[in-house]
């Protein structure tokens, strides 16, 4: 029988990205693999991956998202990638990312 997928978010320090907020810019997103393969798959080039993280990835920020659940759909992950979006912003991070823009207008997109 095959695993349960779960989803998990992330954040990504992008580092020398053009505009920066002073080494506070990230990439947030989603995924149902682990974390560790997602960031591998942005830095590798795959057809899913994220130019701006292969361009400028540094490494995984855990910290921010230490604490938060894991989720059991696709849409319950975009929804609190929206708000960790939120959050992030309030504390000053300039934020880029995936698909939460469909549920984030002013999401900042690739």
Do not use: C
Request: proline share 3%; glycine share 14%; hydrophobic share 30%.
């Amino acid at each position: 029988m095959k695993a349960e997928v779960r989803y998990r978010l992330y954040v990504i320090e992008l580092g020398k990205h053009p505009g920066g907020a002073n080494g506070r810019t990230v990439y947030v997103g989603h995924t149902g693999k682990t974390v560790s393969d997602r960031f591998r798959d942005h830095m590798a080039g795959g057809v899913t991956s994220s130019r701006r993280v292969r361009r400028y990835g540094t490494r995984l920020l855990p910290g921010l998202v230490r604490g938060l659940p894991t989720f059991a759909t696709r849409t319950e992950a975009e929804e609190a990638e929206v708000l960790l979006v939120t959050n992030l912003r309030s504390q000053g991070y300039r934020v880029f990312g995936g698909s939460g823009r469909r549920v984030l207008e002013e999401f900042d997109s690739d």
